[in-house]
């Protein structure tokens, strides 16, 4: 056989290459043969480090309840631990039958209209929707810091359906959704305005609405919780 050269990777038929611990020939491989396999390589790991940021996210539920527990009287330590559990259960439904198709294709308007009930997701649409995910549930939870020990359990989960469905979904749109926001040119790379204010602009209104802890202030001692929870 005659020697030919590969006018791409300046290899000769029978010469072979190693890349990423593969042995290929030349004579089988070409420029797009390897763009192919560098972009998948690069693609998975770019899904396991969202994936890994992802639970990381998620698992700020645990330091939430730590705090929130550290930071109110002891009778009502159970009811703050099983609103964040319930609002990491609502709005896992939630987000995932309606909140993300509000969150994203909107297509410069004021509100997604695709990704209802998962329907057509691809292996990179999940991604998107665990990440997206973790942002809503924790954007939930901060907000239940600031009603602590002043909402029923039902009207907190009441709540987090409305937060969780509508009002997060619309301001993800807007910034991250291909929303109106984001063709103006706005940047929100890590949530500080999608989820740390929005969460604290709810929980201020929230509070407004809902008053001071009745005899917290007054009774400063001995009900006080545990400051080791809270600097955990």
């Known amino acids: 056989m005659n020697s030919t050269e590969d006018a791409n990777l300046n290899l000769t038929t029978g010469q072979t290459i190693e890349y990423l611990g593969l042995q290929m020939s030349a004579e089988f491989v070409t420029d797009k043969q390897v763009a192919k396999y560098i972009a998948q390589v690069n693609e998975s790991i770019d899904s ?68 209802f009930f998962d329907a057509g997701f691809n292996d990179v649409d999940y991604r998107t929707w665990l990440i997206s995910y973790g942002f809503c549930t924790t954007t939930c939870t901060i907000i239940s810091g600031a009603l602590a020990e002043r909402t029923f359990l039902d009207t907190y989960i009441f709540f987090t359906f409305l937060m969780s469905s509508l009002i997060y979904p619309v301001l993800a749109c807007w910034v991250w959704g291909g929303g109106w926001l984001q063709l103006l040119g706005f940047h929100d790379h890590g949530g500080s305005g999608v989820v740390h204010m929005s969460a604290g602009f709810a929980g201020m209104i929230g509070t407004y609405i809902l008053g001071p802890r009745l005899g917290f202030f007054k009774n400063r001692a001995p009900d006080r919780g545990s400051f080791e929870y809270a600097r955990l």
């Open 48 to 115: 396991l480090w969202l994936v890994i940021v992802a639970l990381e996210v998620i698992c700020m539920q645990l330091g939430f309840i730590m705090l929130e527990v550290g930071t109110i009287r002891t009778k009502n330590s159970r009811n703050i631990i099983y609103k964040n559990m319930v609002d990491t259960f609502v709005s896992t439904i939630t987000f995932w039958t309606i909140g993300y198709g509000h969150a994203y294709g909107s297509d410069g308007g004021l509100l997604g209209t695709g990704g």
